[in-house]
């Protein structure tokens, strides 16, 4: 395969990171485009574009600008052939604390950074979530499934955002990949993730925040099985496509946290709290379509991707580093 130009908006952080620095192991030049927000600790973004320099040298290239700011993006599109449009403000719970916030970055910050691809030859790659799908109960959820009622202000912007990217691509003619992604996990995670923040109270021997009676389920899928994903969406021959990236499994909360117990060593000190708003009971990927047109695979189940984020994070906080 021919060496690509790739941007990745978002680039400094957990998934867009990982993307990098498979891109660059493969041969292509890589560009972020970031503007370390301060959301979680800017020391972990900065040392993840450390990572990304040493292993790119010329190859890689980092532009500090926000998505809302049409010259940074048109600073950013520009040379490029594909861009993989991963910068986001994350998390459910946060956005009903600040909906116009998560709304002006999400949003209007995609519409601001497609309209500055010219280029009717540049492919474009959208990071959606599996949140679009709401309080779904019909199990596993398809991309054919009716998104229409999301139960958070960050589901509605990622609805939004692959509306946009529709529109975009109708009127401009680019190809645009929608890809909703089902709570990703790994190395290098957002700290304020469930995995991540269960694994500091469990080290630390603090409470573990868990919400409602540990019935409900998610879909963890580890972040080198969605990069795999994501390289295949860059190339699929299709005008406008959406696919699920998952595990196609679920895990119950309770489950999740006897797995950690038992990879860290240590047991977890629950503190019981109600189940929160915009919260769901279930969320199951049917990847069967990713399968077939992406070859889209799975290959990490979670009990080896917990194993994985553990000794990796037992070793961060070995040597000291944020987390």
């Known amino acids: 395969m021919p060496s690509r130009s790739v941007l990745i908006t978002g680039g400094a952080g957990f998934i867009g990171s990982h993307l990098g620095q498979q891109l660059l192991a493969r041969g292509d030049r890589v560009r972020v485009l970031d503007n370390l927000d301060p959301f979680y600790a800017v020391e972990l973004k900065r040392r993840n574009l ?21 010259a940074a993006c048109r600073r950013a599109v520009d040379g490029v052939e594909v861009v993989v449009h991963l910068a986001a403000l994350a998390g459910v ?27 009717q030859a540049v492919r474009v790659v959208f990071g959606s979530s599996s949140s679009v799908y709401g309080g779904n109960t019909k199990v596993p959820f398809a991309e054919s499934d009716p998104v229409d009622r999301p139960v958070s202000p960050y589901a509605a912007s990622k609805k939004a955002g692959e509306v946009l990217s529709y529109t975009w691509h109708h009127l401009r003619g680019n190809p645009v990949v929608c890809l909703r992604f089902f709570t990703v996990y790994g190395p290098r995670q957002r700290p304020e993730m469930a995995i991540h923040q269960f694994a500091r109270h469990i080290t630390d021997g603090t409470e573990i925040p868990f919400f409602g009676d540990g ?14 994903g994501i390289t295949a969406a860059m190339e699929v021959d299709r005008p406008y496509a959406i696919y699920n990236l998952g595990g196609a499994a679920t895990t119950s909360l309770a489950e999740l946290v006897q797995l950690l117990e038992r990879a860290l060593g240590r047991p977890a000190r629950r503190k019981l709290l109600p189940d929160q708003p ?46």
Do not use: M
């Not at 009903?96 to 916030?101: K, L, S």
């Not at 019935?215 to 795999?228: E, F, P």
């Not at 194993?307 to 040597?319: A, H, I, P, Q, V």
């Open 50 to 70: 450390a990572a990304l320099a040493a292993a790119g040298g010329e190859r890689f290239e980092f532009l500090e600008g926000d998505l809302r700011e049409a």
């Open 93 to 119: 719970r946060p956005s009903i604390q600040d909906p116009v916030r998560y709304l002006d970055v999400n949003v209007t910050g995609t519409q601001v950074l497609l309209q500055q691809i010219d280029d």
């Open 215 to 228: 019935s409900s389920r998610r879909d963890y899928t580890y972040v080198d099985d969605i990069v795999q």
């Open 278 to 323: 915009g919260d769901v009971p279930i969320t199951c990927a049917d990847v069967s379509l990713a399968a077939r047109e992406l070859g889209y695979r799975c290959t990490t189940p979670l009990a080896a991707g917990i194993e994985r984020f553990c000794r990796w994070y037992l070793d961060e906080k070995r040597e000291g580093r944020v987390l």
